[in-house]
């Protein structure tokens, strides 16, 4: 099939590279320039694993094409791929401005043959605004399918081949056979339902896995004050099939570019539609307080921050990914600063977006080693690998103190208490000081 993606970003790039990998004739466009030209060159513009490997054999197969100008692409296209952002507007509901640019832009060069699938994460209906609008510009109906998309970044490529379920909302059954033949190498559980119940599907999916994180930190909370050890409860409470293991790791919160706009949207919606949904707004507060728990816990130890060296090991809002969209490192960066310490930050991809975000006022360092380097304490914000398997006792050698606020639980109980001296706190267990 031949298949055309708008918005090369996280999702669209993904998408087209998967497409292609199974054999579409795939051109990807996007309004960005730059973006486009380093992708014509084999360099993916996101960090992702797998992504470039994919993208150069593609290309080199002549199955995968980046372009600027969407009427070279449209034409042809069988079927569009809409992947353009949708972020949160100023209300709190999903501003749909590029999502409109994109209808728009789309109707001028449409054929009436060609499905247009929406993948963007966007409000119950959006899709029937969308088509209305795109009806109207291009005078003839169109074809359309609600398909929202559940890939992670940082395993955005397995994620996509392997996804654990494909979902298809239409109400038209020929576009949705399109659709299913399209995705059917993979080899997926596809469901077909509604277009608004796929619509919903997204957002109900992401603000219960935004619930399950928020619940397991407010465990952790009630852990540290009882005695208890969250790390033992998760795996307690996981292992029960009705609960399962994902998505009960205690930690600082959650951030990135879905969760925390989509469950906000959600609750809009909620509410215009008369709807209170107050575990959403619980939701919501908890992960506010999480993101300031390593801040909390320092200044309680340390009594104030001004002129105390911070480390801050990890600024991307997850591991395996550059992306700094509502990092939580953010917050706890500027609360920092705010309270007169000194910060240093390392991470080992995400550092130039951290720098667009917070700024100068804090300093990046090129490595561990360097970020710690006379440090009075270090909070570990991300569990990158490279964090996780730090040698402990000798990173304490190059500290002013040996003080650790772990906002991830990266380390095990032998290595801290194999340190001849240490403060270690954790979230949700017991500190451990020697
Ligand atoms: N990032 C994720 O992990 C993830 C997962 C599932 C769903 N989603 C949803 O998928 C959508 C895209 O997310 P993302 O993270 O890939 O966004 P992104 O911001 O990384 O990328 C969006 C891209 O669209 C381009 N764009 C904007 N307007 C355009 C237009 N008119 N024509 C062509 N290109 C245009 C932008 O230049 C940008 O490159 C959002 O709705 C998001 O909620 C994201």
């Not at 998408?15 to 579409?24: A, K, N, P, R």
Request: charged content about 25%.
């Amino acid at each position: 099939m031949k298949i055309a993606v708008l918005g090369t970003g996280y999702v669209g790039l993904s998408t087209g590279v998967c497409l292609s990998q199974i054999g579409h004739y795939v051109t990807c466009i996007d309004i960005n320039e730059q973006k486009i030209n380093q992708l014509r060159q084999g360099i993916s513009p996101i960090y992702e694993p797998g992504l470039e490997d994919l993208l150069a054999s593609n290309m080199a197969a002549g199955r995968l094409h980046f372009t600027t100008t969407l009427a070279d692409a449209l034409g042809e296209a069988d079927i569009i791929v809409v992947a353009v952002g949708t972020p949160q507007g100023e209300d709190g509901a999903a501003d749909l401005s590029y999502l409109v640019q994109a209808a728009k832009d789309i109707s001028s060069s449409l054929t009436p043959e060609s499905v247009i699938v929406i993948k963007s994460t966007v409000p119950v209906g959006t899709n029937d605004f969308i088509k209305t609008l795109i009806e109207d510009l291009s005078g003839f109906p169109v074809k359309m399918v609600s398909n929202p998309e559940f890939l992670r970044q940082g395993s955005a490529i397995e994620d996509t081949m392997k996804a654990d379920r494909i979902i298809i909302g239409s109400e038209d059954a020929e576009s949705a056979e399109k659709i299913k033949d399209m995705y059917r190498p993979l080899n997926v559980p596809m469901i077909l339902t509604s277009t608004r119940s796929a619509e919903m599907i997204k957002y109900a999916s992401n603000a219960f896995l935004a619930t399950k994180i928020s619940y397991i930190n407010e465990i952790a909370n009630l852990c540290e004050a009882v005695g208890a050890d969250v790390t033992d409860v998760a795996k307690g409470m996981g292992k029960d099939q009705r609960i399962g293991e994902a998505f009960l790791n205690a930690g600082i919160g959650y951030g990135g570019s879905c969760f925390p706009k989509d469950v906000k949207a959600l609750l809009h919606t909620a509410g215009v539609n008369g709807v209170k949904f107050p575990l959403l707004k619980e939701t919501i507060a908890i992960n506010e307080y999480q993101r300031e728990l390593l801040v909390t816990k320092a200044l309680k130890r340390f009594g104030g921050l001004k002129g105390r060296k911070i480390a801050m090991l990890g600024l991307a809002f997850k591991p395996e990914t550059d992306d700094m969209r509502e990092a939580p490192s953010i917050p706890i960066a500027r609360t920092l600063t705010k309270y007169g310490a000194e910060v240093v930050a390392y991470d080992p991809v995400a550092t130039e977006n951290a720098r667009k975000i917070i700024g100068d006022t804090i300093k990046y360092a090129g490595s561990i080693d360097e970020a710690v380097y006379e440090a009075d304490a270090v909070l570990i914000v991300t569990e990158w690998k490279e964090v996780k398997n730090i040698d402990v006792a000798a990173m304490l050698e190059n500290m002013k103190e040996p003080i650790i606020f772990d906002g991830r639980n990266c380390f095990t109980e032998e290595s801290i208490r194999g340190c001849r001296a240490i403060e270690y706190y954790p979230i949700g267990k017991p500190a451990i000081i020697i």
